[in-house]
T-cell receptor
Framework: LAKTTQPISMDSYEGQEVNITCSHN???????ITWYQQFPSQGPRFIIQ???TKVTNEVASLFIPADRKSSTLSLPRVSLSDTAVYYC????????????????FGRGTQLTVWP | DVKVTQSSRYLVKRTGEKVFLECVQD?????MFWYRQDPGLGLRLIYF???????EKGDIPEGYSVSREKKERFSLILESASTNQTSMYLC????????????FGDGTRLSIL
């Protein structure tokens, strides 16, 4: 059961880099790590995904150490529009039988960006 | 762009009623999901479907059932609604494969009176 733990909230100012860390001590071999962003009254939206080491796209970077027991979402130079809840998802649904305990979203981190 | 459409944004029902929440995706995705989202608890998986007529229980299936008769449509059914099922319900879809990201609808806020 790959449960995840994230900080409940974080504050930042515009233009700063923000790093949000997710702990997932029981991550399984097949599990990927995916981060989502959610604005009020909307469904979560995919940001970035990785399996190990570092992944970068146009909006974020994801750092995963060798033991994969944690991951860090890095948002460069945040703006007011980055104020949202960020979720770390760890899981694997490729094996049939039961999805119980195999997709864990966690409680999310409320990021507030101040001017 | 993938579009996942949930039939209602807001829904109010009474205790004991049978409630249907509908979800449609337009990208021929194999996987579809139903979650509920409650303050302080994040998203919890209710049911998952990986093909037509195929389903798997998630973490909190009690009091719910699902139906997937067509690939693009996934329905969540509350057999006999109770007040503790008042929540935000989110539907998602994805391609098959463990690394495929999920695409979410904007949710249905369901109130059971």
């Amino acid at each position: 059961l790959a449960k995840t733990t994230q900080p409940i909230s974080m504050d930042s100012y515009e233009g700063q880099e923000v790093n949000i860390t997710c702990s997932h001590n029981n991550i399984a071999t097949n599990d990927y790590i995916t981060w989502y962003q959610q604005f009020p009254s909307q469904g979560p939206r995919f940001i970035i995904q990785g399996y190990k080491t570092k992944v970068t796209n146009e909006v974020a970077s994801l750092f995963i150490p060798a033991d994969r027991k944690s991951s860090t979402l890095s948002l460069p130079r945040v703006s007011l529009s980055d104020t949202a809840v960020y979720y770390c998802l760890v899981g694997d649904i490729s094996n049939r039988g039961s999805t119980l305990g195999r997709l864990y979203f966690g409680r999310g981190t409320q990021l507030t960006v101040w001017p | 762009d993938v579009k996942v459409t949930q039939s209602s944004r807001y829904l109010v029902k009474r205790t004991g009623e049978k409630v249907f929440l509908e979800c449609v995706q337009d990208m021929d995705h194999e996987n579809m999901f139903w979650y509920r989202q409650d303050p302080g608890l994040g998203l919890r998986l209710i049911y998952f479907s990986y093909d037509v007529k195929m389903k798997e229980k998630g973490d909190i299936p009690e009091g719910y059932s699902v139906s997937r008769e067509k690939k693009e449509r996934f329905s969540l059914i509350l057999e006999s609604a109770s007040t503790n099922q008042t929540s935000m319900y989110l539907c998602a879809s994805s391609l098959s494969g463990v690394e495929q990201p999920q695409h979410f609808g904007d949710g249905t806020r369901l109130s059971i009176l």
